[in-house]
T-cell receptor, first 114, second 111 residues
Framework: GAGVSQSPSNKVTEKGKDVELRCDPI?????LYWYRQSLGQGLEFLIY????????KSGLPSDRFSAERTGGSVSTLTIQRTQQEDSAVYLC????????????FGPGTRLTVL | KNEVEQSPQNLTAQEGEFITINCSYS?????LHWLQQHPGGGIVSLFM???GKKKHGRLIATINIQEKHSSLHITASHPRDSAVYIC?????????????FGKGTHLIIQP
């Protein structure tokens, strides 16, 4: 079956612009996670969704970052007024029920802020 | 601070060698994950464990909860095993719902 998909695969933007990154989890998976992977910081947790609710937003680095999930499926991560330090690969993962399950990762979106 | 430490950071070995990658963490956890990331590729979950030992093919993962330590072993290593192996944990006791990651072990298996 289809895995986790993310779009776009690459995004180049200018400093100060807003960007939206999309994640389509595996069908039926209720838990969804956003992570980012950067050269300096490695992999970092951003936000966790259970259904459409986000019980844990503790990893969002600033109020420029927000995420939503609709219909218990697609999720969008929005970064406003992008900065160069936002350049990273943004990864989405999903799991069947909740945080106790194995996570299935998407291919990521590589974001470059010029 | 909740931390995950991996060793070694880099490992180069010959085909056929037995490989061990170590992971230690600072406080109690609910689960530990071993992940694999090939160059330019996505992340694949190899194991999730909270106690004991799991085996899948040539890969074995063990965890010692008391020692706060886990190991990933690869038997009869092959060049296709070359990848970055990442240990990740979900801390218990009200920590984040997401995973906290080690910095990864870059493994190269030479033919």
């Amino acid at each position: 079956g289809a895995g986790v998909s993310q779009s776009p695969s690459n995004k180049v933007t200018e400093k100060g612009k807003d960007v939206e990154l999309r994640c389509d989890p595996i069908s039926g998976h209720t838990a969804l996670y956003w992570y980012r992977q950067s050269l300096g910081q490695g992999l970092e947790f951003l936000i966790y969704f259970q259904g459409n609710s986000a019980p844990d937003k503790s990893g969002l680095p600033s109020d420029r970052f927000s995420a939503e999930r609709t219909g218990g499926s697609v999720s969008t991560l929005t970064i406003q007024r992008t900065q160069q330090e936002d350049s990273a690969v943004y990864l989405c993962a999903s799991s069947p029920r909740d945080r106790t399950d194995t996570q299935y990762f998407g291919p990521g979106t590589r974001l470059t802020v010029l | 601070k909740n931390e995950v430490e991996q060793s070694p950071q880099n490992l180069t070995a010959q085909e056929g060698e037995f490989i061990t990658i170590n992971c230690s963490y600072s406080v109690g956890i609910s689960a530990l994950h071993w992940l694999q990331q090939h160059p330019g590729g996505g992340i694949v979950s190899l194991f999730m464990l909270s106690s004991g030992k799991k085996k899948h093919g040539r890969l074995i993962a063990t965890i010692n909860i008391q020692e706060k330590h886990s190991s990933l072993h690869i038997t009869a290593s092959h060049p296709r095993d070359s990848a970055v192996y990442i240990c990740a944990v979900r801390f218990s006791g009200g920590g984040a719902d997401g995973l906290t990651f080690g910095k990864g072990t870059h493994l190269i298996i030479q033919p």
